[in-house]
Structure formats: C-alpha cells, structure tokens
C-alpha cells in the first residue's frame, strides 16, 4: 500500500490542486490531502471550512481523503505511513523555496521523497492568492475554482465586508 500526502493551505483549493490530486492519485495506492493549520499565513477561510470545501471536491474519488494536520509535515506524514509527499510545481518561480523545504524535510526523515508535480498547463498561473485578490476586488474567479468554493468565496468576503 503506497500512501502520498498532499500538504498545502487551501485557502482555498483550486482547480490547479485537484489536477494535482487526480495525477497522484493516479500513481499512489493512498493519497490523503493535508490541510494544515498554518499560524504564519492570514488564512480567509478556517481551517475546518478548507477541509470542509476539499471534502466536498473529493466526492467519488475512493482513493483519496482530505484530514487537517498540526505539527511538523513528516511527523504527520510518518504516521500515516506515507512514502512521498507532493507537491505542485507551476513555474521556476515556486522552485526555490519547494526545493528548501523538500531538502529540509529529507533532512529532517529520509525516508521520504518529495515528488513535485505539475498541473495541467492552463493551471500554471492559478494561485489561491491570486484567486482570492481577484475575488476580492469582483472579478470573475469561476474558471479557476469548483462552482461550490466560488459561492463559498463569495459569502465568506461578503461576511468579512458586513
Ligand atoms: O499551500 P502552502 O501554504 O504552500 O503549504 C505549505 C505547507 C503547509 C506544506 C508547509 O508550510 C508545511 O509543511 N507546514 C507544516 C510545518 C512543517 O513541517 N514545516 C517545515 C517545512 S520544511
């Protein structure tokens, strides 16, 4: 059984992260989406409604299970027994701090690979930064994101405006 985690914010998911998810679940027995609870970034939705906007997307695909995560990333990844982590890759400019942290994380447990992975090409310049700018500021977010976080988007900045 080869289990791959897939670690990231989510804040919120893209069309991007699911191309990724579906190419691994493609190679992996196991992938569990790991959204973490990350103190350093200002995250727009909770981390509860980012597994909830995941779980919703990952209806039908039996391979796959999203969880949250604390702590260290291969302590996480050790007791789920994974082998690999992923990540996506969508421009050189990502590669140098992926390229740290894959190092770091060798460093810190050697027994597990980082494999990065790149989505569909019209995924490239799809970030959930960007995503929430543009949804921010009333544009048009739905070719980047599922229908159910594009409404989703849309109710949690009108909260954060009222
Ligand atoms: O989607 P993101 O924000 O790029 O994901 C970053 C994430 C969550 C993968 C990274 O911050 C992480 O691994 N956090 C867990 C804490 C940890 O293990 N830090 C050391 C990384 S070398």
New binding site residues.
């Given amino acids: 059984m080869r289990t791959a985690i897939y670690?990231?914010?989510?804040d919120p998911l893209t069309n991007g992260h699911l191309d990724v998810i579906e190419r691994a679940a493609k190679l992996f027995d196991r992938v569990i989406v790991a959204v973490?609870h990350?103190e350093e970034?200002k995250a727009l939705f909770t981390v509860a409604q980012r597994l909830a906007l995941m779980q919703h997307s990952l209806r039908g695909m039996k391979t796959v299970r999203a969880t949250a995560?604390e702590?260290?990333?291969?302590d996480f990844a050790c007791k789920q027994k994974a082998c690999a982590i992923i990540?996506g890759l969508r421009a050189v400019s990502d590669f140098e701090f992926e390229f740290?942290?894959a190092l770091?994380?060798r460093r810190?447990e050697g027994r597990i690979e980082t494999i990065f992975m790149m989505p569909r090409d019209t995924y490239t310049f799809v970030s959930?930064r960007l995503v929430k700018e543009i949804a921010k500021l009333g544009g048009d977010v739905r070719a980047f994101v599922p229908a159910h976080v594009n409404v989703a988007l849309a109710k949690q900045l009108r909260a954060r405006r009222d």
């Fill in positions: 670690p990231g914010s989510f973490a990350n970034k995560f702590g260290l990333l291969v990540r740290q942290m770091m994380n810190l959930s």
